[in-house]
């Protein structure tokens, strides 16, 4: 029976957790925090609702600067995995969400100072790159690190089906 329940509170967590919840609670962080690092190396840096200005720079957060799919896939990985104890899920969760973030911070510190200081087209350049390619592969390597690091062995949905199946 405890698996039951188990399994029903875990499908349930991303409805709870909405990824419209996660979204505001991304971009906020990131908004902020770009700005008081941005602030550090240059004082002439200012916010206005969602409007960094970097010395003559506008860089305008939108939803998608949060990289909240990053945290809803990180998310979706960890409740979605049998056999893993509530506290452990936290943990990975959390630690994977502060990676995420730190990430995502030191990106856009980058692209704003390349903005800044060199061309729209090399800005765009990287900015593509990270969205296309890093954003993409950083989960992944952040779920197998962590499924090394706590020995798990399930598979995400696969095992449960499979357990549902016996």
């Not at 399930?154 to 357990?163: A, E, G, H, T």
Request: hydrophobic share 55%; net charge positive; charged share 15%.
């Amino acid at each position: 029976m405890h698996y039951y329940f188990s399994l029903i509170m875990r499908i349930l967590t991303p409805f709870i957790l909405s990824y419209e919840l996660i979204q505001r609670i991304t971009l906020f962080l990131t908004t902020n925090l770009s700005y008081l690092i941005l602030k550090l190396i240059n004082q002439n840096t200012f916010l206005i609702d969602d409007t960094l200005i970097y010395n003559e720079t506008y860089i305008k957060f939108i939803p998608a600067c949060a990289a909240a799919s990053a945290y809803f896939l990180l998310l979706l990985l960890v409740v979605l995995t049998k056999d893993i104890k509530l506290k452990k899920r936290l943990k990975i969760f959390l630690l994977g969400s502060f990676i995420i973030l730190l990430v995502n911070l030191f990106r856009i510190t980058i692209l704003t100072l390349i903005l800044d200081n060199f061309s729209y087209n090399l800005f765009k350049t990287i900015h593509m790159f990270f969205w296309s390619i890093i954003a993409s592969i950083l989960v992944a390597f952040i779920w197998i690190y962590f499924t090394k690091k706590y020995r798990i062995r399930s598979i995400p949905v696969y095992s449960d089906l499979k357990y549902l199946l016996k």
